[in-house]
């Protein structure tokens, strides 16, 4: 997500380096540049409008500073503009003072409406909430067994008429639900309503209907990023329609521009709640408008990173690697290759690697890694004694020999793991000694 925007602003700010004052020709260059970025990024004329003018009167004014050269000060105020038109802080579901809480979606057809419903589901089942999810999109034939695959793959509870049985009135099917649940003790409900493949007035009627009937605490709108600018007329249309509280933007994973979730916003002042990026459950979360801005410039998205690593690891594990990053004792093999494994569980490297700073130039490199090369080198690590993976000094050539027979690799590749190591361990004497020049502060500048 939002590939071509970041690679357009990474260029932008890199022509302002090693400029030791901000000209007023800097600053309309770097502005019409800014504005050509976002515009082809697919956001909203009056958004980029807006913008373009906050962002030039700030750097006109912005102090000399000591702490940042003028590069610095313009990324920081592009950031901290980003996360404005973004929503600012990061919004969540507001409960119900009595249970349960009523969640409604809307949205149109092929949105993600009925994934987003298991996504979140599970999202707040793992908060120790115990939903149920409510099949009231009876317009199309298969939503309902979709909502029982994903509820039963969520391991929640699923409401949905009887076949043969009153089918045909989902507003009656929503009104009983919240019944329903409140006998049985769920705490949230989550409605999934139809959609129509484009917007019309039988639709709408409909959502409204169950809108009144079950007067909902939170209406989220579900809207598929992919769809550029469209997606926000649609986000219009639903406003006056129906109404809602807050965005769901999926399919984020496919939008490479990030269009719309710079426009909806600004244009229909709803924040996000939530952004979904693939087809798994798990491929869901909260929208934090700082760490997308981050993410945008290209400044890493470690807070997501260290709270997937959580959510993956045993506590001992991360408080392991922890004591071993901050211990005084030097970094050995043994811990290298520890912490290779666990990274390993966190998924495929590639989606890892672009949430750190920097790595947004990288991408293509890291498309290409070889998720064998990893096994690779630990296959070498495994071949090597303990006193070699404590000591590596002492592996001298018949040693590497060994080690590279014992792998089913070659000397070089044995080699070549030893200088990385040593260099990697270099660093992290360097770190732990006060840290590197420049970190952690933004990448490249
Ligand atoms: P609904 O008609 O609004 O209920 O939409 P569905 O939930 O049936 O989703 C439509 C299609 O989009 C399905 O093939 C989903 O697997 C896919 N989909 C949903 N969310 C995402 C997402 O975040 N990323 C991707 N890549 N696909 C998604």
Known sequence: MFETLSDRLTTVFSSLRGKGRLSEED??????????????????????REFIARVKERARG???????????????????????????ETRTIRFAKTPPTVIMLAGLQGAGKTTLAGKLAKWLADQRNTPLLVAADLQRPNAVTQLQVLGERANVAVYAPEPGNGVGDPVEVARSSIDYARRNNYNVVIIDTAGRLGIDE?????????????????????????????????????LEGVGYDAVALTK??????????????????????????GEKLEDFDLFHPDRMASRILDMGDVLTLIEQAQRTFE?????????????????????????????????????????????????????NIDERELDRVAAIIRSMTPEERANPKIINGSRRLRIAKGSGTQVSDVSGLVTRFF????MLRQLKQGGLPGMPGMPGF
């Open 252 to 277: 984020l994973d496919g939008d490479a521009r990030g269009g719309a979730a710079l426009s909806i916003r600004h244009l229909t002042g709803r924040p996000i709640m939530f952004a979904s990026t």
């Open 423 to 426: 260099e990697a361990q270099k």
């Open 62 to 88: 912005a102090e000399v500073s000591k702490a940042l050269n003028p590069a610095q000060q313009v990324i920081k105020i592009v950031h901290e503009e980003l996360i404005e038109v973004l929503g600012g």
């Open 27 to 48: 600053i309309n260059t770097t502005a019409r540049e800014i504005r050509v970025a976002l515009l082809e990024a697919d956001v909203a004329l009056p958004v980029v």
């Open 315 to 367: 506590e001992e594990e991360v408080a392991k690697m922890a004591s071993t990053l901050a211990s005084d004792e030097d970094f050995t093999l043994e811990d290298f290759l520890e912490q290779m494994m666990m990274i390993r569980k966190l998924g495929p490297i590639g989606k890892l690697l672009q949430m750190m700073p920097g790595m947004g130039q990288m991408r293509e490199q890291i498309e």
């Open 202 to 238: 039988e639709m709408m009627q409909q959502a409204a209907d169950i809108r009144d009937a079950v007067s909902p605490d939170e209406i989220l709108f579900v809207v598929d990023a992919m769809i550029g600018q469209d997606a926000v007329t649609t986000a219009q249309a639903f």
